[in-house]
Nanobody
């Protein structure tokens, strides 16, 4: 059984920072590419960032590139999302996802390529 548990969300003013964490259970976490997605009220879930199994390659949505950084610590079974210069439009529920099949060097923004999902953590950015 794989579990992904997000933490670190909260309320922050525009221009502020937050760091989200996603703790994973399962011995094979270190082999899996991981992603972060978000869903704002009334909108579809969208891709934010992804990282290969070893952290060597990353991929970002245009809307967050240069402000957000995805990273991972396989020894701690944890993936992070550092969010800087937050904007009100970043307000959403942020969820992490794991891709357990296919190449562990392949990272993607396609949601149907991810097999496991966390419940999400709320991020609210006030103006």
């Amino acid at each position: 059984q794989v579990q992904l548990i997000e933490s670190g969300g909260g309320l922050v003013q525009a221009g502020g920072s937050l760091r989200l964490s996603c703790a994973a259970s399962g011995r094979t976490f270190s082999n899996w590419p991981m992603g972060w997605f978000r869903q704002a009220p009334g909108k579809a879930r969208e891709f934010v960032a992804a990282i290969t199994w070893n952290g060597a390659n990353t991929y970002y949505a245009d809307s967050v590139r240069g402000r957000f950084t995805i990273s991972r610590d396989n020894a701690k079974n944890t993936v992070y999302l550092q969010m800087n210069n937050l904007k009100p439009e970043d307000t959403a529920v942020y969820s992490c996802a794991a891709r357990s099949s296919g190449s562990n060097y392949y990272i993607t923004s396609r949601q149907n390529q991810y097999d496991y999902w966390g419940q999400g953590t709320q991020v609210t950015v006030s103006s």
